[in-house]
């Protein structure tokens, strides 16, 4: 049994977790992702974990100082954690079509009776993972109060995106907001996802970036060179799996623009 790394001091790791795209159905590469970082890191002189740290409480590690590296959401990063993280950088996603290291959401409906513009969500019910979701929540949030609408039914709490998917496609929502890297994992993986549309996007936002603790402040740029590395290595099979194609080197004032109050109060004044 492999002993876990200790956080707190007199250990030579800190933890490390890729939440936020750590499907089932593909953690046998996102381990092997992993690897192949942790190879990297230590020919840099950087040890590593030998794993992912799946047991722990995410939020948790991330305000951690000895993290050694995970992957956190660009609005929480704004709004909660820059000031207690470093930022290492912003994987890329070709395969949704937005600029190396940015994404956007996904708005999604069932197929029968989907919304053609975003006035037809007027009583509609929305489906959100949580309130501090970028791609679930305050990108769909900024883009129904510029539009000037306000749908009436109480939005409905998932968790996840899995489950916001999975909520729409039963009826117990009507739409949803769904990070594009998701959504192509959903479209290989959920069943769920055929009996949904996607009938509008929201403007690109920087993607979700990789965090590492304030132990390890001096080396943020080190271990951006170890995961870039770690990525132009992968082998075909994998690199398609995690859908990852490069790393951007993202800075703080990047994500300044996601700390902008939230107009929830115009938008679902039953969730202020």
């Given at each position: 049994m492999t002993r876990p790394p200790t956080l707190e001091g007199g250990a030579a790791t800190g933890a490390a977790s890729l939440p936020m795209y750590d499907w089932p159905e593909i953690r046998d590469a996102t381990d092997r992702l992993w690897q192949a970082v942790r190879e990297q890191l230590r020919e840099r002189g950087i040890e590593a974990p030998e794993a992912l740290d799946r047991r722990a409480d995410p939020e948790t590690l991330w305000s951690n100082p000895a993290l050694l590296l995970s992957q956190t959401c660009g609005y929480p990063y704004a709004t909660m954690l820059a000031d207690k993280v470093t930022l290492v950088g912003t994987p890329a996603h070709a395969v949704i079509g937005a600029e190396p290291g940015r994404y956007f959401s996904v708005l999604v409906a069932r197929k029968i009776g989907a919304p053609r513009h975003l006035a037809d969500l007027s009583g509609k019910r929305f489906a959100y993972n949580m309130q501090h979701s970028q791609s679930g929540f305050a990108a769909p949030v900024r883009l129904l109060a510029a539009a000037g609408l306000a749908p009436e039914p109480a939005p409905l709490e998932t968790g996840a995106h899995r489950a916001s998917i999975l909520a729409v496609a039963a009826g117990?929502?009507?739409?949803?907001?769904?990070?594009?890297?998701?959504?192509?994992?959903?479209?290989?993986?959920?069943?769920?996802?055929?009996?949904?549309?996607?009938?509008?996007?929201?403007?690109?936002?920087p993607a979700l970036p990789l965090i590492t603790g304030l132990r390890h402040a001096g080396q943020a740029d080190i271990i951006a060179d170890a995961f870039e590395?770690?990525?132009a290595g992968l082998d075909q099979q994998t690199r398609d799996a995690v859908l990852i194609t490069g790393l951007r080197r993202s800075r703080p004032h990047d994500y300044a623009p996601l700390a902008a109050p939230l107009p929830v109060i115009e938008v679902f004044p039953n969730l202020a």
């Open positions: 117990k929502a009507d739409w949803a907001a769904i990070d594009a890297v998701t959504w192509e994992l959903a479209k290989r993986h959920e069943p769920a996802t055929r009996e949904l549309t996607v009938f509008a996007r929201t403007p690109e936002t590395a770690a990525i």
